[in-house]
Nanobody, 117 residues
């Protein structure tokens, strides 16, 4: 009913940048802007919120990424980007796109970001 597809992960050196993309599709996807978010999960750790954007465009960020990451909407209202700058090894994780519709959470399969020193 809802599919989220992420792209843009990869291997980058410390201090580098990456941009992740996520597009939502499916019968339940609204034609209007939906709240969407990026989470990440490092090996052996829980999945944590990285950044979110509300239907009205309000954004929020984890303290660890403030000033370095920017979440924004793509040209289509059901797509979202995560611009990641000044990456550190601590940013290494699988990044997941998320949205909630009618009280249910939907997740993409994730995209791996590896920051090498």
């Amino acid at each position: 009913q809802v599919q989220l597809v992420e792209s843009g992960g990869g291997l980058v050196q410390v201090g580098g940048s990456l941009r992740l993309s996520c597009t939502a599709s499916g019968m339940l996807v609204s034609r209007n802007a939906m709240p969407m978010a990026w989470y990440r999960q490092a090996p052996g750790k829980q999945r944590d919120l990285v950044a979110g954007i509300g239907s009205g465009g309000t954004t929020n960020y984890a303290d660890s990424v403030k000033g370095r990451f920017t979440i924004s909407r793509g040209g289509a209202k059901n797509s979202v980007y995560l611009q990641m700058n000044t990456l550190t090894p601590e940013d290494t994780a699988v990044y997941y796109c998320n949205t909630a519709i009618n009280g249910m959470n939907y997740w993409g399969k994730g995209t791996l970001v590896t920051v090498s020193s």
